[in-house]
Antibody, heavy 120, light 108 residues
Framework: QVLLVQSGGEVKKPGSSVRVSCKAS????????IAWVRQAPGQGLEWVAT????????NYAQKFSGRVTISADESTGTAYMDLSSLRSDDTAIYYC?????????????WGQGTLVTVSS | DIQMTQSPSTLSASVGDRVTITCRAS??????LAWYQQRPGKAPKLLIY???NLESGVSSRFSGSGSGTEFTLTISSLQPDDFATYYC??????????FGQGTNLEIK
């Protein structure tokens, strides 16, 4: 059984940066893409970025380009999301999710979510 | 980006009812579509992928259909645990992934 465990909640000042981690267990870490999806309070789901550890390739939603960097450490089975120049509207729960086994693109397994609060 | 539009935004129903949620894509996405259930305070849960494939372990009361630009999620006989928010998501390989705005299924 695949399990994704994320780091704890963060409170950050506007203009600062945050790093959220996502440690995977079960399954083969490198073989499947890991995505980051966020959900602002009371709002819907928004895809942020995806990394394919086996190739080291990344894709970013255009609105986050330049502010978000995702990475993966195959030796520890951990993915990371770094978000910089934080604004109040970045306040959200950030989920990591592993893409599907049949075809890539759908999110089969999800982390528990990490609440990032941006407030002065 | 491909826009995904769900209807209705809110659906009131009773235990035992059969309900259908619709998701429309702004362009042809073949069957690159998934459905998720999200309960309050929880992460989303995959129900359906490739428009009609039931995820392992998900109740057979859930079914998905459609292709191209119009898709449906049907729950055949609502159970108390089914009252939640449902999202569709397109994952066309040539476009950024996008979600519908969600459908809140509430108890009538």
């Amino acid at each position: 059984q695949v399990l994704l465990v994320q780091s704890g909640g963060e409170v950050k000042k506007p203009g600062s940066s945050v790093r959220v981690s996502c440690k995977a267990s079960g399954g083969t870490f490198s073989s499947y893409a890991i995505a980051w999806v966020r959900q602002a309070p009371g709002q819907g789901l928004e895809w942020v970025a995806t990394i394919k550890p086996i190739f080291g390739t990344t894709n970013y939603a255009q609105k986050f380009s330049g502010r978000v960097t995702i990475s993966a450490d195959e030796s520890t089975g951990t993915a990371y999301m770094d978000l910089s120049s934080l604004r109040s509207d970045d306040t959200a729960i950030y989920y990591c999710a592993r893409e599907g086994m049949v075809v890539p693109g759908y999110f089969q397994y999800w982390g528990q979510g990490t609440l990032v609060t941006v407030s002065s | 980006d491909i826009q995904m539009t769900q209807s209705p935004s809110t659906l009131s129903a009773s235990v035992g009812d059969r309900v259908t949620i619709t998701c429309r894509a702004s362009q042809n996405i073949n069957t690159w579509l998934a459905w998720y259930q999200q309960r309050p305070g929880k992460a989303p849960k995959l129900l359906i992928y490739q428009a009609s494939n039931l995820e392992s372990g998900v109740s057979s009361r859930f079914s998905g259909s459609g292709s191209g630009t119009e898709f449906t999620l049907t729950i055949s006989s609502l159970q108390p645990d089914d009252f939640a928010t449902y999202y569709c998501q397109q994952y066309d390989p040539h476009s950024p992934y996008t979600f519908g705005q969600g459908t809140n299924l509430e108890i009538k």
